[in-house]
């Protein structure tokens, strides 16, 4: 019986080790995540690169519409883009962006 209970306590020790280092490595996973978010501040609008295929067209009523609420609330929706400066999301809004870049709005 003594053998079973220092096993189980070995096996418990163990679990109890392996917990606590997956949890570190869970709050190092999470303090690169907030360093990164950091780093993913603001790219000027001449840097981001027109993706060329599986985009949508552009149309104007649409970048009309997002030019009045941008210019009304601010964007609500960021661009996405990849690391490379290419869009992945939002070309209307980056068409609205251009508008409203060239009307030289302080908001932008």
Excluded: F
Excluded at 37 to 51: A, C, D, F, V
Excluded at 73 to 100: M, T, W
Aim: hydrophobic share 40%; charged share 30%.
């Amino acid at each position: 019986m003594n053998k079973k209970r220092s096993r189980s306590a070995s096996v418990l020790s163990q679990a109890t080790q392996v917990a606590k280092a997956i949890h570190l490595q869970d709050q190092q996973a999470e303090q690169k995540l907030e360093q990164e978010r950091g780093l993913r501040t603001t790219l000027p609008i001449s840097k981001i690169q027109p993706r060329l295929e599986d985009t949508r067209p552009i149309h104007d009523k649409h970048v009309r519409d997002l030019v009045e609420s941008i210019s009304a609330l601010g964007l609500i929706e960021p661009l996405v883009v990849d690391n490379k400066g290419i869009l992945l999301a939002g070309g209307h809004r980056l068409a609205a962006l251009s508008v409203l870049k060239e009307a030289n709005l302080e908001k932008i």
